[in-house]
């Protein structure tokens, strides 16, 4: 069973997937009589798409067995589809750019300050969690249309055990 | 100084001022295999007044000194403005029906799991947090036109000590 290498989540490594959500990279804004800062679009939400509108949604999520065996992929079609970590706690992002190339597959180790906004359209794999009762603030469409596309690999990837020590970040 | 009580903040005594962003009272769907859960329609996005658009923002707070004083209230003109925390910490919410009238003013003491989405126009005070590098992902608009209105207090207001033992929550 091939395997995917696990690489670190940066924006300049996930762009041809979407974007990552976080502080880094934003330009402060200091407001509340300097008692908080603010960081405007973090993320570009695109759910237009045949009337669509914006759907806020919770995720709870559990881990899956280890090795995670990657057999399918997801994409929707009409909408980006953003996932923020409720808790300071890492997680794993799999995508790829066609589900018939494995060597497109691409594993990201994210922190728990980190989202991700898939782009409209991009393969990706469910969360994937490292602890049980994870939760994830999604933000994505709503609406008209079949907005959900799902492919069964003809060959399943793997991905490396995560290890406990990397489960949790500050 | 007039002391606004602290209450917990339930979908009920908040629906004034809008919606509680939580996974109680959602209808969970099982998605991913059974490893993970949705819930749909958390909070709805009210941006689209003047051509309008979604925002995702994020927000670092530091705490204020107590006891915390009330001395000003804004609100949202234009749009809904969602506030999810993204650490598992008490925060406080304060709002008002009318900023000229003491009476109407109410606090609530937010769990880490509960965001507030507050409805267009609704007058609150800024983001109170507990503990200094508070995160928050912030749903509002951005667009064309005035979105901020700030009113000052003829008489300011204020809050009761917040207990350090009431700081952090599962």
Redesign the interface.
Known sequence: MGMIRIEPLTKAAFAPFGEV???EG?T?IV???G???????????DVSAEDG????????????PQPIAITMMERHPLGSQ?F?????RNWLVVVCADPADPESFRAFAASG?Q?V?YARGTWHF??LVSAPGE?F???DR?GAGQNLEEVTLPKPLSLPVFPASDRSSA
Chains 1, 2 share one sequence.
């Open positions: 959500v976080e502080s934003a402060p407001i509340n009589e008692f908080a800062t603010r960081l405007n679009s973090v993320a570009r939400i509108h914006v759907n806020i949604a919770i995720f709870e999520a559990k881990p899956r953003l923020m970590p409720l808790q300071p300050a989202g906004n469910p969360l939760r603030l999604v933000v709503a």
